[in-house]
């Protein structure tokens, strides 16, 4: 019983130092000037539209690639690793819409919860280039051998690095900086 109890008001303890210690973490990187924000950054609508019409309009093979990628991720707005590890077999089309059956996600690691309600990705013909729809047709003209599933949608290794890097290329070239 006393073990439990000095466990209990340890624990309680440890607490309020983790709450003060974040606390006074905060507070001297506010006071240095440094950003007090975790994690990454958002992409603002206006830069998103700008990259996608940079790929759209581009002849890079590997610009088509990146263009679907980017506008998958946007529009199914999940994590990038979902976008990159998306099947052929999970994607499907109803009317104007793309279905994505996401599978294994970080808090569904048997890929059962959304097995009923798959993940609807509607075309933008007013903006054809953020349509994600275009953007998948595109991919699959370019390289047909997706349908059949002899490739993933996005096949290779390092496909998250790579995307970042052509990301990383347009946003700091001259002529689009």
């Known amino acids: 019983l006393n073990k439990e109890t000095v466990s209990k008001d340890l624990w309680a303890n440890v607490a309020v130092y ?25 992409l603002p609508f206006a830069a998103y539209r700008l990259l996608a019409k940079i790929l759209f309009g581009s002849k890079k093979p590997e610009h088509i690639h990146a263009h679907t990628f980017l506008t998958l991720d946007w529009n199914l707005i999940s994590r990038a690793e979902y976008a990159v590890d998306a099947q052929i077999g999970l994607v499907s089309f109803s009317k104007d819409a793309l279905l994505f059956n996401m599978g294994i996600t970080k808090t569904d690691q048997e890929g059962i919860k959304n097995v009923d309600h798959p993940w609807h990705v509607y075309s933008c013909p007013e903006y054809p280039k953020i349509c994600a729809r275009l953007a998948f047709v ?40």
């Open 18 to 42: 983790k709450r003060g210690s974040t606390r006074t973490s905060v507070r001297e990187r506010k006071q240095s000037g440094m950003s007090t924000v975790e994690g990454k950054k958002h």
């Open 138 to 177: 595109y991919r699959i003209m370019a390289n047909p051998l997706i349908l059949n599933g002899q490739t993933q949608l996005f096949e290779g290794r390092s496909q998250y690095e790579q995307f970042n890097g052509i990301f990383r290329d347009i946003v700091s070239s001259p002529e689009h900086r």
